[in-house]
């Protein structure tokens, strides 16, 4: 799975659901830009003198579907390409208007009422309204392949209607923590109800793309680029460049020396640069890297026994890793210290909970006595104690009597797997047991066929987790073999659904926070996911191409793949005679006027979620 991509991430998995966010109360506002050093040279120059930024990625597009996409880069596209009810502040990560324009919940919490605004109108004249929203999520409430995505997000409605042009109507069958942070991309019914089967359709075949965010999808060719224009009628204001280009390169490297030419804009990395590059860009002309906190974690994935929902189980992963004693010794095999000084030389932290300390009131970290510390002696005491001992040459044997030998998928456009990949080998050999990377440019496939043993895996977490969590219930299972659930990897623990239950209907934060700790607690005593380290946000852009962008967080934050469109809409042509004031690299924020926000009965903060992984699953 990719990077989340894994799945979405660039991962590959499953189709995934996403996330959410539960916002603070108030009137807010507010957007943008972060400085950068003042550019020697002008913005790269398009046809007619058109302002082009340029951004290559590592990513293709899985999907320009809003209904199927779950890779960063496509779910990226669409946060461009069409507004969502709400957005979050690049600040602090708090619902501000996006086509809503307010909201407000009834005492019990049941009935959703948000305002349209008036003023977004698609791309091709018509005015965007409270009907197309209606449309898309009863579309996803009925038809099974438009919930391919998103699905997560509709489940516990129960009715949604438009009672007028500016007013929709969302009610539920029970309280959902999440109402401010509904992740789902709104179509214009006049389109998208002309499609037949939303399963097989990939928006793909007429350019342009019918949207109402801030850029409009013009072209895209498959494995190469995806190019798109400016709104110049966006209702927040039209970007400052007039095209944005992602360039795909399945080539690292090449894309690194792109930058250095001034081909290309911005390179966001595979997902990160990897610490040789970023030095080597350090002291570049004109070449800023941007070295932060990521919201991301970098993971080994466990094969439970691919299954499905109705039980029927598939796939071939090793029976041993069935046993949670072989699972856990596995984890104490792993050297995260090493992982993060010798692979990503500093530029991560180690891991341990499924959520990043980016987000720290939903990190989680081990009790003393729960750690599973790295210890290879006691790693092969539990290995002796489940029967898998090793024979008369050292290998660990099977219960068939054969030497165990496992299969890791991994992605073959991240650097990071392979390298982490050879140290499993080393650390792994030394308990008998063999392993065969299996590097891939398209791991989807095996991991939706169950055929794999472990996966490097990994998402990018938004400030809400609840969809990463909910790619590990039973619920996310595939309905048969034949079909893609929005599993990471099969996982369906009863404990753990019922913590997800929980957490969902839960509207006090700090009670909130404990049961989501709660659920990474389980996780990480199954066994089945590892995380092994949290990247930061390696990536680096021209300074004479971009004068100023905005990271998210403003403070210190990404570029690429934010939980929002403010780094391509804020960014500044560096010829454009424009200052943001600022000679910081992580962001100024500017006002803007956004309408006053009003959350009924609910507190503070909550947010979105999105995968990624090398792949990139979002």
Not at 146 to 155: E, H, I
Not at 225 to 250: H, I, Q, S, T
Not at 537 to 564: C, F, H, K, L
Not at 593 to 601: D, E, K, N, R, T
Request: charged share 25%.
């Amino acid at each position: 799975m990719s990077t989340r991509d894994q799945h979405g991430s660039g991962r590959t998995g499953p189709r995934p659901r996403r996330t959410r966010l539960l916002a603070a109360a108030g009137a807010t506002a507010l957007l943008l830009a972060s400085g950068i050093s003042t550019p020697s040279a002008s913005a790269k120059e398009g046809d007619g003198g058109d302002k082009v930024l340029t951004v290559a990625v590592a990513q293709s597009v899985d999907s320009l579907s809003p209904f199927l996409a779950v890779r960063l880069l496509s779910t990226s596209i669409h946060r461009l390409t069409y507004e969502y009810l709400t957005n979050y502040d690049p600040a602090d990560n708090h619902a501000v208007p996006g086509l809503a324009t307010k909201w407000t919940s009834s005492p019990d919490k049941l009935t959703w009422t948000y305002t349209i605004r008036s003023d977004s109108k698609w791309s091709d004249g018509r005015q965007a309204t409270a009907e197309d929203a209606a449309w898309t999520f009863n579309k996803m409430m009925t038809d099974d392949g438009a919930a391919t995505a998103n699905g997560s997000f509709v489940t516990n409605f129960a009715k949604v209607t438009a009672t007028g042009p500016t007013e929709l109507v969302i009610r539920l069958k029970k309280p959902q923590a999440t109402m401010t942070a509904l992740d789902v991309p709104i179509v214009p019914r006049h389109v998208w109800e002309k499609v037949g089967d939303f399963s097989k359709f990939n928006n793909d075949k007429d350019f342009p793309v019918v949207g109402n965010g801030p850029f409009i999808l013009t072209d895209h060719k498959p494995d190469s680029y995806v190019r798109m224009k400016a709104n110049k009628d966006f209702w927040r204001g039209a970007p400052k460049f007039d095209e944005l280009v992602f360039r795909y390169y399945k080539d690292q490297d090449a894309a690194v020396a792109a930058l250095r030419k001034g081909e290309v804009s911005f390179v966001a990395g595979s997902p990160s640069l990897t610490p040789a590059q970023a030095a080597s860009l350090k002291n570049e002309e004109n070449i800023h890297v941007n070295d932060a906190p990521g919201r991301r974690f970098h993971a080994l994935a466990t094969n439970p026994g691919a299954r499905a929902k109705d039980g029927t189980e598939f796939g071939d992963g090793d029976p041993s890793l069935l046993d949670q004693r072989v699972r856990n010794a596995l984890f104490m095999a792993v050297d995260r210290k090493a992982i993060v000084d010798k692979v990503f030389q500093g530029h991560a932290v180690e891991g341990a909970g499924y959520i990043p300390p980016r987000f720290s009131q939903y990190f989680f970290e081990p009790s003393a006595d729960q750690e599973l510390a790295y210890d290879p002696a006691q790693a092969a005491r539990l290995l002796d104690e489940a029967g898998y001992r090793t024979n008369a040459e050292g290998e660990r044997l099977g219960k068939d009597g054969k030497p165990l030998n496992y299969r890791i998928l991994c992605h073959a456009t991240d650097p990071n797997d392979k390298a982490v990949g050879k140290y499993l080998q080393e650390w792994w050999g030394e308990l008998g047991i063999s392993l065969t990377l299996d590097c891939l440019d398209n791991v989807s496939d095996p991991w939706l066929a169950g055929t794999y043993d472990l996966a490097f895996d990994g998402w990018s977490v938004n400030p809400d987790p609840d969809f990463v969590l909910s790619i590990h219930t039973c619920a996310a299972l595939p309905a048969t073999p034949k079909d893609t659930g929005a599993t990471d990897n099969f996982i369906c623990d009863k404990a753990y659904d019922e913590l997800y239950a929980r957490q969902l209907v839960e509207y006090d934060p700090g009670k909130r926070a404990d049961i989501v700790k709660q659920m990474q607690s389980r996780l990480y005593d199954l066994g089945y996911m590892n995380v092994m380290a949290y990247p930061n946000a390696v990536e680096a852009y021209r300074t004479d191409q971009i004068e100023s962008i905005t990271t998210m967080p403003s403070a210190a934050g990404n570029i690429y793949g934010q939980d929002g469109y403010w780094s391509w809409w804020s960014a500044v042509p560096a010829d454009s005679g424009e200052s943001s004031g600022s000679s910081s690299s992580t962001g100024a924020v500017i006002g803007i006027s956004a309408g006053a926000v009003v959350l009924v009965g609910l507190g503070v903060l909550f947010a979105v979620r999105r995968r990624a992984t090398a792949d990139d699953r979002e």
